[in-house]
């Protein structure tokens, strides 16, 4: 898995275009969504049971049931900034080296066969916090400058 930060500065650069401040704040948490769930389940229930919570359908489900919290007029958006944000999180824990056992059970319940790609190992991350801490200070400032050009339109 990699860590929460790398996890919101994906969200952020991914969600860089997106203007609407409730569509990349949800989107935002669908990257935190599947560990949100799943680390409680693992800690606490039986073995496996988490497996669903960082696979694409067993995420359509639990977007399906955060999103019910919202008012209608913004459910089905809210469904689909928490599952992209969801699948985002999926992709970046697929990229983990989990050392050949494999990492995301990505077609789970109809498969059990695990995918890794295996591009970066747990402790990458602290090479990675320089990186993640330097591209949220160019999204900051990329921020600033946008809302001195424009004050009337405030995210």
Avoid at 59 to 87: E, H, P, T
Wanted: aromatic share 12%; charged share 15%.
């Amino acid at each position: 898995m990699a860590d929460l930060l790398t996890h919101y500065v994906s969200a952020r650069v991914a969600g860089v275009g997106v203007r609407d401040r409730v569509s990349a704040t949800l989107f935002a948490t669908g990257v935190f969504l599947p560990d949100l769930i799943g680390k409680p389940l693992d800690a606490f229930a039986p073995y496996m049971a988490e497996i669903p919570s960082h696979t694409p359908l067993g995420l359509i489900f639990a977007c399906g049931a955060v999103s019910m919290l919202f008012a209608s007029s913004i459910r089905g958006r809210a469904f689909w900034a928490l599952y992209l944000g969801s699948l985002l999180h999926v992709a970046f824990d697929m990229m983990k080296d989990y050392l050949g056992d494999g990492g995301v059970l990505l077609l789970h319940p109809f498969t059990l066969d695990s995918f890794e790609l295996g591009l970066y190992r747990s402790e990458d991350v602290f090479y990675l916090l320089p990186a993640n801490i330097g591209i949220l200070a160019i999204l900051w400032v990329m921020d600033r400058r946008r809302r001195a050009r424009h004050p009337e339109v405030q995210m």
